[in-house]
């Protein structure tokens, strides 16, 4: 496969020429980095979230809004799919790369992890990519200054002046939307994770509800998993039987039917003292080619209700 830095180049392109009518904000640092911003100082829209999203899989899924309901009130859902699940979600969408520097806090997905590799996910899945531009997506409350992409540039090997840093808060339209992107990329992950090798996983289809907006970024944190945990559906298509199948919803988890914000609140607010395990989606179908077909997981609409504060 081609560079997914090149073909993710390609739409940040698309992202500056329509920048206005996405709603985002482009600004080029002293050392020569790009910033776009999708969610932090501007509004941006689902359309700048829907591109975000595909920027984070390099183009390799196709992403799209629809409308469903939760408790009977009508709410946009957002689905993808990727016949390149392995590269697409895990070398590219998930958020792998901590950004923790000085009084900066981001969180770092996209392609130019491929060019860093050093997440078990790469090795799992056996890509590394090598390209002389870099597309990091970062999830923060603050755009990044010259400082972090400096960093960024020199981890990933790449000059400053060839980085481009699509930049959202959690609490964003931006950022709602391509969290509810992620149902298929959490799925693909908790497999890995639990010894199923991704390479083996064919194609996947995921969707979610987009979480209504809250410029807390605690209760965006809180929604957004929310809509994953408990409204994320998926499907996906693998070659090999397993017994780990069981264990890939949210149901699976002890503290399924916590609300997030309850998780987050005992886990002090970082990210990174959470299992794994509690990010996952809420229900799964897992199709064998030329064998059996497993529906695991349960959806639960009342919980989405009171996080999402439907009236």
């Known amino acids: ?68 309901r939760i408790a ?22 998930k958020a792998g790369w901590e950004l923790d520097l000085g009084d900066f806090d981001g969180l770092g997905s996209g392609p130019a992890r491929a060019l860093v590799g050093e997440e078990t ?13 870099a597309v990091l997506a970062i999830e923060s409350v603050e755009l990044p200054d010259d400082e972090i992409a400096t960093y960024i540039a020199e981890t990933a090997g790449v000059d400053p002046g060839s980085l ?59 929604r957004t998993n929310d809509a994953l945990a408990y409204g994320g559906e998926v499907y996906l298509q693998v070659r090999e039987e397993s017994t780990v199948f069981d264990k890939v919803p949210s149901s699976a988890r002890e503290e399924y039917g916590v609300p997030f914000e309850e998780i987050f609140e005992e886990a002090g607010w970082d990210f990174y003292e959470l299992p794994e395990s509690v990010f996952a989606p809420a229900k799964v179908t897992i199709d064998v080619v030329d064998g059996d077909t497993y529906v695991v ?15």
Do not use: K
């Open 1 to 68: 496969m081609e560079s997914i830095n090149r073909s993710a180049i390609e739409l940040i392109d698309e992202a500056l020429d329509f920048a206005d009518q996405l709603g985002i904000a482009v600004t080029e640092l002293d050392c020569g980095a790009t910033i776009l911003d999708f969610g932090v100082g501007v509004d941006g829209g689902v359309e700048a979230g829907l591109m975000l999203a595909d920027i984070q899989t390099a183009g390799l899924a196709t992403v799209y809004t629809q409308m469903d």
């Open 72 to 93: 009977d009130a009508p709410i946009p859902y957002v689905e993808l799919t990727t016949d390149h699940p392995p590269i697409a979600l895990l070398c590219a969408q």
């Open 121 to 133: 996910d790469f090795e799992r899945v056996g890509y590394y990519d090598e390209f002389d531009f």
């Open 164 to 222: 481009f840093l699509p930049t959202y808060a959690t609490g964003s339209t931006a950022g709602s939307v391509s969290m509810a992107a992620r149902a298929a990329e959490l799925a693909v992950f908790r497999l890995s994770e639990l010894g199923y090798p991704p390479t083996e996983i064919l194609t996947a289809t995921g969707r979610a509800p987009v979480a209504p907006v809250s410029y807390n970024e605690s209760v965006a944190m809180a």
């Open 297 to 311: 997981g349960e959806t639960n609409e009342e919980l989405l209700a009171e996080s999402f504060g439907l009236q």
